[in-house]
């Protein structure tokens, strides 16, 4: 499996912005297709967007399309998600997760631990 470690959370403020990065270890990185979910208190875990391995397709979900965008650079093993126009119920948990090697479709097998983004009003 492949290992991830997410970084750039923080505290903003309603209307501002922030980039998660998503670092993964290994030499196959551009062979996963990869995403990011995120938990809030007392609510299920949520997809959030997500990038295929092969042609950087891109997909989000529908609260946060148009302010956030994801991306991926192969060279540097790393995924991001740029995060516009926040607002505080965006304040979650975000993880980003990986799907074994060249597979569009199946559970999503490995998970990094999260990294708190707290929007305020």
């Known amino acids: 499996q492949v290992q991830l470690v997410e970084s750039g959370g923080g505290l903003v403020q309603a209307g501002g912005s922030l980039r998660l990065s998503c670092a993964a270890s290994?030499?196959?990185?551009?062979?996963?297709?990869m995403a990011w979910f995120r938990q809030a208190p007392g609510k299920e875990r949520e997809f959030v967007a997500a990038?295929?391995?092969?042609?950087?397709?891109?997909y989000y979900a529908d609260s946060v399309k148009g302010r956030f965008t994801i991306s991926r650079d192969n060279a540097k093993n790393t995924v991001y998600l740029q995060m516009n126009s926040l607002k505080p119920e965006d304040t979650a948990v975000y993880s980003c997760?990986?799907?074994?090697?060249?597979?569009?479709?199946?559970?999503?097998?490995?998970w990094g631990q999260g990294t708190q983004v707290t929007v305020s009003s």
């Open positions: 990038i295929r391995w092969t042609g950087g397709t891109t």
């Open positions: 290994g030499p196959t990185f551009r062979s996963y297709s």
């Open positions: 997760a990986a799907r074994p090697p060249y597979s569009d479709s199946g559970p999503w097998g490995s």
